[in-house]
């Protein structure tokens, strides 16, 4: 039986993956250390033979016993806010925690693929974006903290490739939303979607006009997949190019909750992007890969989690407490 090992696993996409890779009958070893990830995410796995769960930072040396075919690095704050307030883990997980698992790798001959992003391309000026693009990233700018993270991520990771011949894999991801996501993480979907669940006004930043398109989960997982199980090492960018500005979003999102809200509008945080599309022709071609749900069926089953969250959870205002990994 083959084993991966999926770090970031208790995550939004991590935990998905991890159910993916049971279901296709992998043996699974799942390496969190909750950072901003939550329990609840796995602990319908916890009692399956096929997961194992370690606890662990991935910056610090990773040792796992016996063989290992493929690992799946996920672990990384992913939202701006979880990465503005831990900016240094968020430099680290990407640079020596991507370190350690090539290192890994390389001693498994297993093989790697790394979650990178569309982040890499910055505030774009070509659109849509193809891998093609090298992006517009400002170094210091707030973001710059997850952009150069993740585009050292990607350097060091076709170092290891060219050099030691390892193989290596790279998803491009763009937004992705889904049951797990956390209410609470600054992303758009579930901040609509809470403030739609608790009779609040939509807040929108800017004007609205500026443009997002949203991929289902099962389409990403389903993605990342193929990829790995291709033979291409470049990256590869993965998302739905389906394009809507967020002021329409936030309009269909009023008439998918059937709730009356306003949308109100504030100010445009520094260095967000005003465009974000991927172009997936690579993916069509390479893969065979594109995706298949649509938004309204897409929004409707995330919804449907949310509202099945405790009175508790959606009105539980404060983010996520990160104090115990901070040292000081
Ligand atoms: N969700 C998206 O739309 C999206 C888009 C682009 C890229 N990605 C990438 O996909 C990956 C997963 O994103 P997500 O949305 O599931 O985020 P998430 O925050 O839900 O999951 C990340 C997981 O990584 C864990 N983690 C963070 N630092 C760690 C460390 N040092 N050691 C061990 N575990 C650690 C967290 O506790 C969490 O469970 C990230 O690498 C992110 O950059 C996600």
Redesign the pocket.
């Known amino acids: 039986m083959e084993k991966v090992l999926i ?9 998905h993956l991890c159910d993916k890779f049971i279901k296709e009958g992998f043996q699974v070893i799942g ?8 329990k609840k ?1 796995i602990s319908h796995l916890l009692d399956n033979p096929l997961f194992q769960f370690i606890e ?4 610090e040396f990773i040792k796992i016993e016996g063989e290992l075919d493929y690992i799946l ?7 701006p806010i ?1 990465y503005l307030k831990i900016p240094i ?2 430099l ?3 640079s020596l ?1 991507t370190h350690n698992l090539l290192g890994l790798a390389k001693a498994k001959n297993a093989r790697l693929l ?6 890499v391309y910055g505030d774009p000026l070509v659109h849509p974006q193809t891998e093609e693009y090298y992006g517009n990233v400002n170094t210091i700018g707030p973001r710059g903290v ?1 952009d150069e993270a ?1 585009r050292f991520q990607e350097s060091i990771t076709m170092a290891y490739h060219r050099f030691h011949g390892l193989e290596t894999r790279i998803v ?6 889904g049951p ?3 209410l609470n ?1 600054g ?1 758009v979907i579930p901040a609509f979607m809470g403030q739609a669940l608790r009779g609040e006004d939509l807040t929108v930043f800017g004007d609205g006009m500026q443009t997002r398109s949203f ?1 289902y989960v099962s389409d ?1 997982v389903d993605g990342i997949y193929k990829l790995l199980f291709s033979d291409y090492s470049n990256p590869v960018n993965i998302g739905n190019p389906h394009e809507i500005t967020i002021k329409d979003f936030a309009e269909e999102i009023i008439k998918l909750t059937g709730t009356d809200q306003k949308i109100t509008y504030k100010e445009l945080p520094k260095d967000d992007p005003l465009q974000r599309q991927p172009d997936i022709t690579l993916a069509k071609k390479l893969l065979g890969w594109e995706p298949k749900v649509g938004r309204e069926e897409g929004m409707l089953k995330t919804f449907n989690y949310f509202k099945s969250l405790t009175k508790d959870e959606l009105y539980k205002s404060e983010h996520k407490d990160f104090s115990k990994h901070i040292r000081k």
């Open positions: 770090t970031g696993a208790a995550g939004f996409l991590g935990s390496m969190d250390n909750f950072i901003t990830g939550d995410n662990h930072d991935v910056t690095h996920f672990a990384s704050p992913a939202s979880d883990q968020t680290k997980v990407g925690g790394i979650a990178s992003t569309s982040e997850y993740k491009r991801i763009f937004n992705t939303y797990r996501m956390r993480d992303r991929c990403q």
